[in-house]
């Protein structure tokens, strides 16, 4: 009895409810079935008459009212859907009826005993167990009391007896009956918990989709997996197996649309979320909390429980959290990881919910590792689109702009000598040429896929500096002090970008003549600086990020890209002087969103 009330609680914290829509169709297919219920009995009657014979006209007018009573509803329910109290009103009756055919037919030993199961049936397909055990119990006890009354009552009772009582008999009726009842319920309760299940992992594959991206995806998943287990927050721990860098998603149940925040962890951080001992899912609680269940209990790979023994090797990683529910997945040959619930309050079948914890993560799992690969994909496909249509540039259109100006050029020399009004205006039409082509290669550079790693981020840095100052005439320098670097690859594709719109908007709008990038360690941050002698922007002094943001000033994508990866921009301004814009990074656990 204790599972079955561990089995229902768990059911109702899934909340599968039925819509007003299902709700009215479950009544008309018992409508229906109650039609054919009373019919079918009129036909045994008919058949098969009663005992005792003086109260068969009864019998006949009760099946007649039960009859009637059904159609009544069925009718009724065609043209007005049933509310509460209705709904109630009917099942009140689906127990009466059968009580006063046995009344009038043989008591307990009535042939329409058997009515009462579609009381049974009726109430396990509207509610679940405890409905259906009382169900079970309001029939056994109505029983019970015409049994006494028809052996111990008044003279007018007693006359409905056509025999002696068996007691044996109605015991073992009695019995069957309330068996019947907790076993329909359980049944109905097994049916509707599975069917919750399933539509909760709906509900959680409905919220993943390719164009929301794989960070709002996992947000959505994380969120749902914590409110489901009822924690005060969830997290997730993925490594990516071809480069064995761990990163941790988290947000809070408070904040359900909040985007999870994702950072790089160290692997000693990493070990305290995934022992390589742990269980495939176990729960974990420390000794003496609130929480129910024994303190541990989990589950291996082939589902066989686990108990005591390995929970002396697990732990709890946060320190506020008193107990945790943890489960292993892997997706594809690329991830493998944690989904973890922090301080989860879990019915006291810890069995049953890690099983359906394994079930959520299997069927959730896939769905997102598809977001993966498509995005993936798109990401790949995008980046070979655009190289192909820069080498398109750099072939076509690049190279076409500076034959022209070439013939400019020499147009411009010939004319020199006979009209220095043509050859200004011939000059002019060069620069513009000279700056349509470095305009050009610029967007030929911004197109091209930035495919490197932190081994090539100093190299390309020089690299792209030294090409700017040949192609704009800015004297551009790189300076700095570092031989290797350890950011991950999304982010040295960021700040090369970074470099790149810095560069560009030096260019474009500062009117500098010299310009200075640089890239240092310091104070456990790495630092980016971009220097230049130019009119600066339309304000003084250092403003930050939020600063920026609230004075709606600085570079739009620049920011976003700092932003992006969690780094802190700061702007020093002096008109007339020039402008230095610094980007300052953590060199551990710095946030790495949209992997």
């Not at 003496?288 to 209990?297: H, I, L, R, S, V």
């Not at 069995?351 to 598809?370: D, H, K």
């Amino acid at each position: 009895m204790l599972s079955l009330s561990f089995r229902h609680r768990f059911l109702r914290r899934l909340n599968p409810g039925f819509s007003q829509g299902e709700e009215q169709r479950i009544e008309r297919a018992l409508a229906t079935a109650r039609v054919i219920v009373a019919l079918t009995s009129m036909v045994a009657v008919h058949v098969d008459p009663t005992d005792p014979a003086k109260y068969r006209h009864a019998a006949y007018i009760v099946l007649v009212g039960y009859t009637a009573w059904s159609a009544i509803i069925s009718a009724g329910l065609r043209w007005h859907p049933a509310n509460y109290y209705f709904v109630r009103l009917i099942h009140f009756g689906d127990i009466v009826w059968p009580s006063l055919l046995c009344l009038y037919t043989d008591g307990a030993d009535s042939p329409f005993f058997t009515l009462y199961l579609f009381a049974l049936l009726s109430a396990a397909f509207r509610w679940g167990i405890w409905e259906t055990a009382a169900t079970s119990l309001a029939s056994v006890g109505v029983l019970g009391f015409e049994s006494f009354m028809l052996v111990r009552g008044p003279i007018a009772w007693r006359d409905l007896e056509s025999g002696d009582l068996e007691v044996n008999k109605f015991i073992i009726r009695c019995v069957y009956l309330l068996l019947a009842g907790l076993m329909i319920g359980y049944l109905a309760e097994s049916e509707k918990e599975l069917r919750a299940e399933n539509a909760l992992i709906n509900r959680m594959l409905s919220r993943i989709r390719v164009d929301y991206g794989l960070s709002a995806s996992l947000s959505s998943v994380i969120n749902g997996v914590a409110d489901v287990f009822r924690g005060e927050r969830a997290l997730m721990i993925a490594c990516d197996i071809n480069s064995g860098r761990v990163f941790l998603w988290q947000t809070h149940k408070e904040s359900p649309e909040t985007r999870a925040h994702v950072r790089e962890i160290s692997a000693a951080e990493a070990l305290s979320y995934m022992p390589a001992e742990a269980p495939p899912a176990f729960y974990l609680a420390r000794p003496n909390t609130k929480f129910a269940g024994p303190y541990f209990e989990g589950l291996d790979r082939d589902g066989a429980r686990l108990r005591g023994g390995i929970a002396t090797e697990l732990g709890i990683p946060d320190a506020n959290s008193d107990a945790i529910l943890s489960m292993a997945f892997n997706f594809g040959q690329d991830w493998t990881g944690r989904m973890v619930v922090l301080n989860p309050h879990l019915s006291r079948d810890l069995e049953a919910e890690l099983r359906f914890a394994q079930t959520v993560i299997r069927q959730v799992g896939p769905a997102l590792y598809t977001v993966y690969l498509l995005r993936r994909l798109r990401t790949r496909a995008g980046a070979i689109e655009r190289a192909r249509v820069a080498r398109e540039l750099h072939d076509g259109a690049i190279q076409s702009l500076i034959a022209v100006e070439m013939q400019v050029d020499v147009l411009r020399r010939q004319a020199a000598g006979d009209s220095a009004r043509l050859a200004a205006e011939l000059a002019r039409v060069q620069h513009l040429l000279q700056q349509e082509v470095i305009n050009l290669r610029e967007l030929m550079q911004q197109m091209r896929p930035v495919d490197m790693g932190p081994q090539q981020f100093l190299d390309y840095l020089a690299d792209y500096v030294d090409r700017f100052r040949r192609d704009t005439g800015i004297h551009v320098r790189f300076v700095t002090d570092q031989q290797e670097v350890t950011l991950s690859p999304k982010v040295c594709r960021e700040l090369a970008r970074v470099v790149q719109e810095g560069l560009i908007n030096i260019r474009k709008h500062s009117g500098a003549r010299s310009a200075l990038v640089r890239f240092a360690s310091e104070d456990g941050h790495w630092t980016l600086m971009i220097d230049d002698d130019g009119k600066g922007f339309d304000f003084s002094g250092r403003q930050n990020m939020a600063a920026l943001d609230n004075l709606r000033r600085g570079p739009a994508t620049i920011k976003e890209r700092v932003r992006s990866i969690g780094g802190e921009l700061v702007i020093q301004s002096n008109p007339g002087e020039g402008s230095r814009l610094e980007i300052t990074l953590p060199k551990k656990g710095h946030a790495v969103y949209g992997q």
